[in-house]
């Protein structure tokens, strides 16, 4: 019961009711009530705008049940104004009302939070599948086209694997393939073509080398030059001035000096020197400037190139594809050359063998043995 009912209490009666205290300290306690829906159930029943209360759970009728206790108990005092306790227990009851709907507020803004931080997870997971999804597309269409292009390869035999003996047996053919003498002339020149490119490719990689080692020198001598030019410029603003032409300057700024023909043209011959001599340096120092920008802009062009030159032949060397089909390709040859060797070792055996037939049956020929011979032969 809050402190201010029982002072009011005690002002308008004078002495405390101590077992109408007594009654409203015993009223019942709730549990954790999660659900909005009773608590805004709870407060219409408090004001009797809803006075069914079926489905409500125990602990919130035994609540209301005490509202209703106290309210009862209230208006059995006899030494109270029955407006006055009609008043209390109205705004009694407006007071519970709005504590069970701030408490059926907060149910529902935590309820709407969790649902909000439980979309925005899963929104999260969406577009992190989405990316994920997004980016294997992307490496299925690189593959698929990497497979659809037409690969170039280049077929180099050692020495001494063109003609192997053979075993002689029919199934050394079971896997030959017949190719026609046109084809093999055509894989040939190809092969060379690719191998000249090759060479062409390797000569012009190390051309590029040597320019940019030779460009890497003069814009290091350019930058010498530089600073031997800012070096010589320092040692002119160094240099000392002589007396007389010190005594010379200070005397025209003050305004005091002499009208000396003779002086006045040695001085502008010296003021004209010194402005030539630095109109000449800035000069070298502009076409120095220019040179080594062209000389960047040189070597970025030709480090492009040579980046690219090497990274097709870094393709062309370390392909694994490539590598695999061309051993398989020379295991295959390799039995292919088998086969035919010992095809020829065998025909050659029956070449010998034919020619001792031959030559044994000559010489039977060449005996006479005698004869019946007819009249009509």
């Given at each position: 019961?809050?402190?201010?009912?029982?002072?009011?209490?005690?002002?308008?009666?004078?002495?405390?009711?101590?077992?109408?205290?007594s009654s409203c300290r015993k009223m019942p306690k709730l549990k954790m009530i999660t659900v909005p829906a009773v608590w805004i159930e709870m407060a219409k029943r408090i004001t009797g705008v809803s006075p069914s209360s079926s489905f409500?759970?125990?602990?919130?009728?035994?609540?209301?049940?005490?509202?209703?206790?106290?309210?009862?108990?209230?208006f059995q005092m006899s030494n109270i104004d029955m407006k006055v306790v009609e008043f209390v227990t109205k705004n009694r009851r407006l007071r519970i009302e709005s504590d069970f709907k701030m408490r059926a507020a907060g149910l529902e803004i935590a309820e709407?939070?969790?649902?909000?931080?439980?979309?925005?997870?899963?929104?999260?997971?969406?577009?992190?599948?989405?990316?994920?999804?997004?980016?294997?597309?992307?490496?299925?269409?690189?593959?698929?086209?990497?497979?659809?292009?037409?690969?170039?390869?280049?077929?180099?035999?050692?020495?001494?694997?063109?003609?192997?003996?053979?075993?002689?047996?029919f199934e050394d053919f079971?896997?030959?393939?017949?190719?026609?003498?046109?084809?093999?002339?055509?894989?040939?020149?190809?092969?060379?073509?690719?191998?000249?490119?090759?060479?062409?490719?390797?000569?012009?990689v190390d051309r590029l080398k040597k320019i940019i080692q030779d460009?890497?020198?003069?814009?290091?001598?350019?930058?010498?030059?530089?600073?031997?030019?800012?070096?010589?410029?320092?040692?002119?603003?160094?240099?000392?001035i002589s007396r007389e032409t010190l005594e010379f300057l200070r005397n025209e700024e003050r305004g005091c000096v002499a009208k000396d023909a003779k002086t006045d043209h040695e001085a502008e011959?010296?003021?004209?020197?010194?402005?030539?001599?630095?109109?000449?340096?800035?000069?070298?120092?502009?076409?120095v400037q220019k040179q080594k920008d062209?000389?960047?802009?040189?070597?970025?062009?030709?480090?492009?190139?040579?980046?690219?030159?090497?990274?097709?032949?870094?393709?062309?060397?370390?392909?694994?594809?490539?590598?695999?089909?061309?051993?398989?390709?020379?295991?295959?040859?390799?039995k292919a050359l088998l086969k035919r060797c010992a095809l020829v070792q065998k025909i050659q055996n029956q070449v010998t063998r034919l020619e001792c037939l031959r030559s044994d049956l000559t010489a039977l020929r060449c005996k006479t043995y005698p004869v019946l011979k007819s009249k009509f032969v």
């Open positions: 019961v809050p402190a201010v009912w029982i002072e009011m209490t005690k002002r308008i009666t004078g002495v405390s009711n101590s077992n109408y205290l409500l759970p125990d602990d919130a009728i035994d609540v209301i049940k005490g509202v209703d206790l106290l309210d009862k108990q209230a709407a939070e969790a649902t909000l931080q439980h979309h925005t997870r899963n929104v999260a997971l969406i577009k992190d599948n989405i990316l994920h999804l997004t980016n294997s597309i992307g490496r299925l269409l690189s593959n698929q086209n990497n497979l659809e292009q037409d690969p170039i390869i280049q077929l180099i035999l050692e020495q001494g694997q063109v003609e192997v003996d053979l075993t002689g047996h079971h896997d030959v393939q017949l190719i026609s003498k046109s084809k093999v002339d055509s894989a040939n020149n190809k092969v060379i073509s690719a191998g000249c490119q090759k060479m062409a490719e390797s000569e012009k460009e890497e020198w003069k814009q290091k001598e350019l930058k010498i030059s530089i600073e031997n030019l800012k070096t010589h410029i320092k040692r002119i603003e160094r240099t000392k011959a010296i003021v004209a020197y010194y402005r030539d001599k630095i109109g000449r340096v800035d000069a070298q120092l502009d076409v062209e000389t960047k802009a040189e070597i970025r062009r030709i480090n492009m190139t040579v980046r690219d030159v090497e990274e097709k032949h870094r393709e062309l060397i370390k392909d694994e594809a490539f590598k695999k089909k061309y051993e398989e390709d020379q295991k295959e040859r390799m």
